[in-house]
């Protein structure tokens, strides 16, 4: 709703060499992002945080966040930019793999080696947290095309 | 691909920015087009030879 009325998509690029996510690419999107921000800024800095803030805060934080994921979904790109990302989310994931899975690894074996089980269980969930996106993303994509 | 994009871009005075905003792609993707760097879907090599006033899309982009 917002996007298109005091936002346009085209304010934002794909963040490519710097992490993830998107960057203001233009003077209106860092002052966006700023009146975005800023209600944060207004609410933690002055006098004492209560009950009412927090609850502001967490208000604030949730159409924030919505507002932002919108971004994201909504970034202009072409075919190549969308080929591009995909290569290079890809390159990205299987790096992080790796690392994890020589992690899981290392835990394991050092577990053996001292008679205990303790592999961490949040790499544990990264891992199956994204299988579980890519079986999604595959079952959608085959039904799709 | 090798393409005749620049050719016939400026044949009818186009500019980068023009055929870009035309076909909804951003001048990168032109020049890399033009530069033959890639090879682009058929959904865009159409819109391109459209844009170019061309009829046949094989006249715009040829297989090595």
Not at chain 2, 47 to 54: D, G, R, V
Request: aromatic share 12%; charged share 20%; proline share 2%.
């Amino acid at each position: 709703m917002i996007r298109n009325i005091i936002r346009k998509n085209e304010w934002f690029a794909r963040r490519k060499y710097t992490g993830w996510g998107f960057t203001p690419v233009c003077w209106q999107g860092w002052v966006y992002v700023f009146v975005a921000i800023a209600p944060f800024i207004l609410l933690t800095s002055f006098g004492e945080v209560n009950q009412t803030r927090i609850v502001l805060i967490v208000i604030w934080a949730i159409v924030v966040g919505i507002d932002f994921v919108d971004i994201m979904i909504h970034l202009p790109k072409d075919e190549r930019d969308r080929i591009h990302e995909a290569i290079a989310e890809r390159n990205a994931l299987w790096t992080i793999i790796t690392v994890l899975a020589i992690g899981v690894g290392y835990q394991a074996a050092s577990g053996v080696v001292e008679g205990t089980l303790k592999v961490d269980p949040v790499i544990l969930a990264a891992i199956f947290a994204g299988l579980l996106a890519k079986i999604v993303s595959n079952v959608y994509l085959d039904k799709k095309d | 691909m090798e393409t005749k994009i620049a050719y016939f871009r400026n044949k009818i005075s186009m500019t980068q920015e023009e055929l870009a905003s035309k076909v909804g792609v951003t001048r990168q993707t032109i020049i890399s087009l033009e530069q033959n760097r890639y090879n682009p879907s058929l959904y865009l090599a159409y819109k391109i030879t459209k844009s170019l006033q061309q009829k046949n899309i094989e006249d715009v982009f040829m297989l090595k």
